[in-house]
């Protein structure tokens, strides 16, 4: 599986497209696609037909993915938008950290 700048539960600021500035909560992550979904970002309109669990059916309101390259890190410590590395910690493991800080980017 490939390694994304993004996890599930990172807040991000999008970069570029119709939804630039906006920032939001990675709600899922489409590896294979290289997309997410991300919250109150690049929502779209769906018709949903009736059906017997939704009689109504109606128009409904959902979060399309956005491809991963117009998403930005929003450093936890700083607030601001950040590119992201890897590298080894005391234990011999991979940590992101940001780029700007040079500071650790807890998973979660």
């Known amino acids: 599986m490939k390694k994304l700048h993004v996890k599930k539960g990172d807040t991000v600021k999008v970069i ?3 939804s630039k ?3 939001g909560l990675v709600l899922e992550l489409i590896p294979a696609k290289n997309r997410a979904v991300v919250e109150g970002v690049n929502v779209i309109t769906k ?3 009736p059906s017997a669990t939704n009689p109504e059916g ?3 309101k959902t979060e399309a ?3 991963i390259s ?3 890190l ?3 410590a700083t607030g601001k938008a950040t590119r ?3 590298k080894l910690d005391d234990k011999g493991k991979l940590q992101r950290y940001s780029k700007k800080t040079g500071e650790i980017i807890n998973n979660g």
């Open 16 to 18: 570029s497209g119709n």
């Open 74 to 76: 929003i450093d936890p």
């Open 58 to 60: 109606g128009i409904k």
């Open 21 to 23: 500035g906006k920032t």
């Open 47 to 49: 018709h949903v037909k």
């Open 84 to 86: 992201t590395g890897r």
């Open 65 to 67: 993915a956005v491809h």
């Open 70 to 72: 117009n998403l930005m």
